[in-house]
């Protein structure tokens, strides 16, 4: 099954929808396989955001990130980075669609609630990024026969 990063952002924490935020994927059956909080640094961000790094907005966004602690999850499933990617809705709050997570909480470009990785392969690098060894936790679950068919696992 895929694994995907979700980062909970300051604009999460700060606005109180780490619950809501969290509920949908948990409801949605996406299975939780790591979480924690954690303060990024300029080099994280640096390295996480470099295809933005000539935009007049790449400190003001980094700084951003940075002006609180984060949760940083790691969502399984199959097709896990599509399904979280379609959950969370255009890049601009204001412009993304009612029912996904930006649609829903918010107004802005750069305060938009979450992170989600957007192809499998950033996925496995933006995991590694943010959790160490031993931090993604691969228990099953057991209701899994009630979240797909024997033949889509
Ligand atoms: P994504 O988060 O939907 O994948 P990216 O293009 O990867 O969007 O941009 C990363 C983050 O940078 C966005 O989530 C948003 O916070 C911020 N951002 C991207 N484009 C703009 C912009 O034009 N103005 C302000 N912030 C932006
Ligand atoms: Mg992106």
Do not use: W
């Amino acid at each position: 099954m895929e694994k995907t990063l979700v980062i909970l952002k300051p604009s999460c924490l700060q606005r109180g929808l780490v619950g809501e935020v969290t509920k949908r994927f948990e409801r949605k059956g996406l299975r939780l396989a790591g979480m924690k909080m954690c303060q990024l640094t300029d080099e994280q961000m640096s390295e996480h955001y470099a295809h933005l790094a000539d935009k007049p907005f790449f400190q003001q966004l980094k700084d951003s990130m940075m002006i609180t602690p984060v949760v940083v999850c790691c969502y399984e499933g199959v097709g896990a980075v599509e399904v979280v990617r379609q959950m969370t809705g255009a890049t601009c709050g204001r412009k993304a669609a009612p029912g996904t997570i930006r649609g829903d909480f918010s107004m802005s470009f750069q305060e938009n609630i979450i992170h989600t990785s957007d192809s499998l392969e950033n996925a496995a690098v933006e995991l590694k990024r943010f959790f160490k060894d031993g931090e993604i936790f691969d228990y099953t679950l057991p209701t899994q026969q009630f979240l797909y068919a024997a033949d889509e696992v």
